[in-house]
């Protein structure tokens, strides 16, 4: 069963930056894909970025050049560092794991089989 568990949320200003933590346990061969996510009040969960056991990243156009996402192997977790945030960034944020590699994963929340309790964002203006 893998586990994941965000970290890092809290309250910004407009234009500031925060580094969220996932800390992903619990799989035993194949290291999952890693999706972020955020969801709004009133809104569809968001695709953010994916991440797989190589660094590699592909990320949504909503984000791309503003936030980054990352990998500690060592340490199981998974980060991503936003920069410039904006009050529309402002939401609940996830991290998910698929069972496929990313090269077969959309950015989509049902192709993600395992979630953190997620992390607030909140960013004032």
């Known amino acids: 069963q893998v586990e994941l568990m965000e970290s890092g949320g809290g309250s910004v200003r407009n234009g500031e930056s925060l580094l969220l933590s996932c800390i992903v346990s619990g799989y035993t061969s194949t290291t999952p894909c890693v999706g972020w996510f955020r969801q709004a009040p009133g809104k569809e969960r968001e695709g953010i970025a994916t991440i797989d056991d190589q660094g590699q990243v592909t990320y949504a156009a909503s984000v791309r050049g503003r936030f980054t996402a990352s990998l500690d192997y060592a340490k199981n977790t998974r980060y991503l560092q936003m920069s410039s945030l904006k009050p529309e960034d402002a939401a609940m944020y996830y991290c998910?794991?698929?069972?496929?590699?990313?090269?077969?994963?959309?950015?989509?929340?049902?192709?993600?089989?395992?979630w953190g309790q997620g992390t607030q964002v909140t960013v004032s203006s």
């Open positions: 998910a794991a698929a069972t496929r590699s990313c090269s077969w994963t959309r950015l989509v929340p049902a192709e993600f089989n395992y």
